[in-house]
């Protein structure tokens, strides 16, 4: 069955991808969620099987950003749906920390961090392969 076939689909679909955005830009409405459904997506089985190693330890964090760009006060986080409605405001910057004792014990990690970001078309956690840690 093709969405083209159920009205209510299509409508859904047009209100989503064209009319809030619009409306959002131009200051006439407020989406519930800012980052569009992004938040609460499932991680990446990258992710998940680096974070599952018992000898590492995630924390998540998210800084928000100010009308100018500017950096404003950060937090820690666990990335559930009611943060979303505790935001600080509806702009922020959201980042993961892996930290492995091990790794800096054994002196192959001491001192050194990885930057992982994201793009179009490109997700940080995919990358998640490239982390040598042992």
């Given at each position: 069955m093709?969405?083209?076939?159920?009205?209510?689909?299509?409508?859904?679909?047009?209100?989503?991808?064209?009319?809030?955005?619009?409306l959002t830009s131009l200051h006439l409405s407020t989406p519930a969620d800012p980052t569009w459904g992004r938040y609460l997506q499932p991680w990446s089985s990258y992710e998940l099987d680096l974070e599952s190693d018992p000898d590492i330890q995630t924390s998540m964090h998210r800084v928000f950003i100010g009308n100018q760009g500017e950096a404003l006060e950060g937090e820690t986080i666990r990335v559930?749906?009611?943060?979303l409605n505790q935001a600080r405001g509806r702009s922020w910057i959201f980042y993961?920390?892996?930290?492995?004792?091990?790794?800096?014990?054994?002196?192959?990690?001491?001192g050194s961090d990885l930057v992982m970001l994201h793009g179009y078309g490109d997700y940080a956690g995919e990358l998640e392969t490239h982390v040598s840690y042992t």
């Open positions: 093709s969405i083209l076939t159920h009205p209510k689909k299509v409508a859904d679909v047009v209100k989503q991808v064209f009319v809030s955005p619009f559930v749906p009611e943060e993961k920390i892996w930290f492995s004792a091990k790794a800096q014990k054994t002196g192959r990690a001491a």
